[in-house]
């Protein structure tokens, strides 16, 4: 079964560290996605891809960047962690001929 | 700009219905999704819609009137595993999602 997943689950960092995200997909989608959900607010797009080389910034991508290598991956990395990024991390995937996005199963990531 | 607005917190009862409603105003409307995430969980897809009307998938119904700026999501003979947050998102251009802050609904037996 295609499917999406997210490594590590859980992340604990010291701020000023660089740290990367992962996100893989089999689903073969073009389209991929990084949200943040924070208490109080909705979720919020960081970064998303509509294909390989292809990257744009969202809502709150400052401090965040991510690359864009081959269709399955889109690896999510903040270059210097701040208290701020604290924060459960979804990827998610989708087309533009489908309806929805599929979400990861979450990173909770604490920068301290 | 995009602007949701949904109720913080519902309660209902087992076997009961609960109607979550959702306004909003936006400038590209392109759909209107709802969203269910149980704690700790990713969020998962239940309803879309585009027209105008009510669109029904067994226990769980979407309405939506794009004059108003409306939806709503019902949900039928409720059951404790329907205890969750309901997102409301908007669909801006053709792929982009803008989530409400959701709405935590309580069953209670």
């Known amino acids: 079964d295609a499917e999406i997943t997210q490594s590590p689950r859980h992340k604990i960092t010291e701020t000023g560290r660089q740290v990367t995200l992962a996100c893989h997909q089999t689903?073969?989608?073009?389209?991929m996605f990084w949200y943040r959900q924070d208490l109080g607010h909705g979720l919020r797009l960081i970064h998303y891809?509509?294909?390989?080389?292809?990257?744009n910034k969202g809502e709150v991508s400052d401090g965040y960047s991510v690359s864009r290598s081959n269709t399955e991956d889109l690896p999510l990395t903040l270059e210097s962690a701040a208290s701020s990024q604290t924060s459960v991390y979804f990827c998610?995937?989708?087309?533009?001929?489908?309806?929805?996005?599929?979400f990861g199963p979450g990173t909770r990531l604490t920068v301290l | 700009g995009q602007n949701i607005d949904q109720p913080t917190e519902m309660t209902a009862t087992e076997g009961a219905i609960v109607q979550i409603n959702c306004t909003y105003q936006?400038?590209?409307?392109?759909?209107l999704f709802w969203y269910q995430q149980h704690a700790g969980e990713a969020p998962t897809f239940l309803s879309y819609?585009?027209?105008?009307g009510l669109e029904e998938k067994g226990r769980f119904s979407s309405f939506l009137s794009r004059s108003k700026g409306y939806s709503y999501l019902l949900l039928k003979e409720l059951q404790m595993k329907d205890s969750a947050s309901y997102l409301c998102?908007?669909?801006?251009?053709?792929?982009?999602?803008?989530f409400g802050t959701g709405t935590r609904l309580q069953v209670f037996p």
């Open positions: 998102v908007l669909r801006e251009g053709t792929d982009k999602l803008i």
């Open positions: 998610a995937t989708g087309n533009s001929d489908t309806d929805t996005q599929y």
């Open positions: 819609n585009v027209l105008d």
């Open positions: 936006t400038s590209g409307f392109n759909g």
């Open positions: 689903w073969n989608h073009n389209n």
């Open positions: 891809s509509y294909g390989v080389q292809d990257t």
